[in-house]
């Protein structure tokens, strides 16, 4: 990369070389704060000189938004990718409450940080999703219409995964058929074995490596979880034997052909000087649809999820409301959403604050309007 600001469309992009950051510390007067993933280093600032990179962003007119969000951001969210046959990746994307632009804090294989300005909220999410989301193909029926416990997920996923390693097993032993069925407790015992192995080729095992902070959850499977999976389609119980139904088959099949890879993110901010989370997310994206997971914060009866599978304008508008209500939460001072596009199954129904959504895409209902202004499902 060159010594310069580097424009990609309407993106500015700054790499920084080892010592700059103590320098960025320096010439701004920040001090930092624990959102922040840097520490000032006043012996190494006093003994170092800035690199001609550094010169870059110093002579920037965007140098002080760059230098608040990446030293002292009021929001940080954390994206993680990874599963499947994805490439991993982590980085960073601060936000100040002070103006609209927003940076993505990438490590380059040099270790050092790479920083990507733009100019708003919606313009980092055309970026992204044209990198890390589905277009789409067209309708794609619910699956979960509810807010359920995760637990339900887990057995869900578990599901899907014991189809696509049943398919794969018979590609290996030359048999037409897949095996569907298999006993309550080999369920259990595979489930815990898959958490264990951290292995991000299978998806359970995905969701908690990539989704920040889901892993301190307090799970308790229970029967009535494994009820829900029948009245799911996920599978079939009788007398201590599970068997696959129509939905892991379905599911299975899409993950096997089109699996594109999964995002985990999760927003954090400072409230009372303490670093807390107001939305974790997972996405698991594929050719037919994203499949979005929005977790609300761990609560005395544990934690639960709600589920959308959105096309890529839909998960864009989506995730824009998402960001804007986490924002109008940490200007006022209350908590946030606990998920992205928190919205009843039915489309035009109405949350206890007297708020609209789209069921179908979690956008804001707009007064007056006769369809959803984001996705176009009729109201």
């Given at each position: 990369m060159?010594?310069?600001?580097?424009?990609?469309g309407?993106v500015?992009?700054?790499?920084?070389?080892?010592?700059?950051?103590?320098?960025?510390?320096?010439?701004?007067?920040?001090?930092g704060?624990?959102?922040?993933?840097?520490?000032y280093?006043?012996?190494?600032?006093?003994t170092?000189?800035?690199?001609?990179?550094?010169?870059?962003?110093?002579?920037?007119?965007?140098?002080?938004?760059?230098a608040?969000?990446?030293?002292?951001?009021?929001?940080?969210?954390?994206?993680?990718r990874?599963?499947?046959?994805?490439?991993?990746?982590?980085?960073?994307?601060l936000?100040?409450?002070?103006?609209?632009?927003?940076?993505?804090?990438?490590?380059n294989?040099?270790?050092?940080?790479?920083?990507?300005?733009f100019?708003?909220?919606?313009?980092?999410?055309?970026?992204?999703?044209?990198?890390?989301?589905?277009p789409?193909?067209?309708?794609?029926?619910?699956?979960?219409?509810?807010?359920?416990?995760?637990e339900?997920l887990?057995s869900?996923?578990?599901?899907?995964?014991?189809?696509?390693?049943?398919?794969?097993?018979?590609?290996?032993?030359?048999?037409?058929?897949?095996?569907?069925?298999?006993?309550?407790q080999d369920?259990?015992q595979?489930l815990?074995?898959?958490?264990a192995?951290?292995d991000?080729?299978?998806?359970l095992?995905?969701?908690f490596?990539l989704?920040?902070?889901?892993?301190?959850?307090r799970l308790s499977?229970q029967?009535?979880?494994?009820?829900?999976?029948?009245?799911l389609g996920?599978?079939?119980?009788?007398?201590?034997?599970l068997?696959?139904?129509?939905r892991?088959r379905?599911?299975?099949?899409?993950?096997?052909?089109?699996?594109?890879?999964?995002?985990g993110?999760?927003a954090?901010?400072?409230?009372?000087?303490?670093?807390?989370?107001?939305?974790r997310?997972?996405?698991a994206?594929?050719?037919?649809?994203?499949?979005?997971?929005?977790?609300?914060?761990?609560?005395?009866?544990?934690t639960?999820?709600?589920?959308?599978?959105?096309?890529g304008?839909?998960?864009?508008?989506?995730?824009?409301?998402?960001?804007?209500?986490?924002?109008?939460?940490?200007?006022?001072?209350?908590?946030?959403?606990?998920g992205?596009?928190?919205?009843?199954?039915?489309?035009?129904?109405?949350?206890?604050?007297?708020?609209?959504?789209?069921?179908?895409?979690?956008?804001?209902l707009?007064?007056?309007?006769?369809?959803c202004?984001?996705?176009?499902?009729?109201?």
């Amino acid at each position: 990369m060159e010594n310069q600001a580097n424009q990609l469309g309407n993106v500015e992009v700054f790499k920084l070389a080892s010592g700059d950051i103590d320098h960025l510390f320096r010439r701004s007067g920040l001090k930092g704060n624990r959102l922040s993933a840097h520490r000032y280093d006043p012996e190494q600032a006093a003994t170092s000189r800035p690199s001609e990179l550094f010169k870059t962003l110093a002579e920037s007119p965007q140098f002080g938004s760059i230098a608040r969000k990446v030293l002292e951001p009021d929001l940080k969210i954390e994206f993680n990718r990874g599963g499947g046959s994805a490439a991993e990746e982590q980085f960073q994307v601060l936000l100040s409450k002070e103006d609209p632009a927003v940076v993505a804090q990438f490590v380059n294989a040099e270790g050092y940080p790479l920083l990507l300005q733009f100019e708003n909220w919606r313009a980092y999410l055309e970026w992204w999703s044209s990198i890390y989301a589905s277009p789409g193909m067209g309708s794609y029926q619910a699956v979960f219409p509810e807010v359920r416990e995760t637990e339900v997920l887990v057995s869900a996923l578990h599901c899907i995964d014991i189809y696509r390693r049943s398919y794969m097993e018979s590609m290996l032993d030359y048999r037409s058929g897949v095996e569907l069925s298999l006993s309550s407790q080999d369920f259990v015992q595979l489930l815990k074995k898959a958490l264990a192995s951290r292995d991000k080729r299978w998806l359970l095992p995905t969701l908690f490596e990539l989704t920040p902070g889901l892993k301190n959850s307090r799970l308790s499977l229970q029967p009535a979880h494994i009820q829900q999976l029948q009245e799911l389609g996920f599978a079939t119980s009788a007398e201590g034997v599970l068997t696959l139904g129509e939905r892991a088959r379905l599911m299975g099949t899409e993950f096997i052909t089109s699996w594109m890879g999964s995002v985990g993110f999760q927003a954090t901010a400072l409230i009372d000087e303490e670093e807390r989370s107001l939305s974790r997310v997972f996405l698991a994206t594929t050719a037919f649809t994203n499949h979005l997971f929005s977790f609300e914060n761990q609560t005395p009866a544990g934690t639960r999820f709600r589920h959308q599978a959105l096309s890529g304008p839909e998960l864009e508008g989506t995730l824009l409301h998402w960001m804007e209500d986490i924002l109008a939460a940490l200007s006022g001072g209350s908590p946030a959403p606990a998920g992205a596009g928190e919205v009843n199954a039915s489309a035009g129904q109405t949350e206890p604050g007297g708020s609209r959504f789209c069921g179908q895409c979690g956008a804001e209902l707009r007064p007056g309007k006769k369809f959803c202004t984001a996705c176009g499902t009729p109201i």
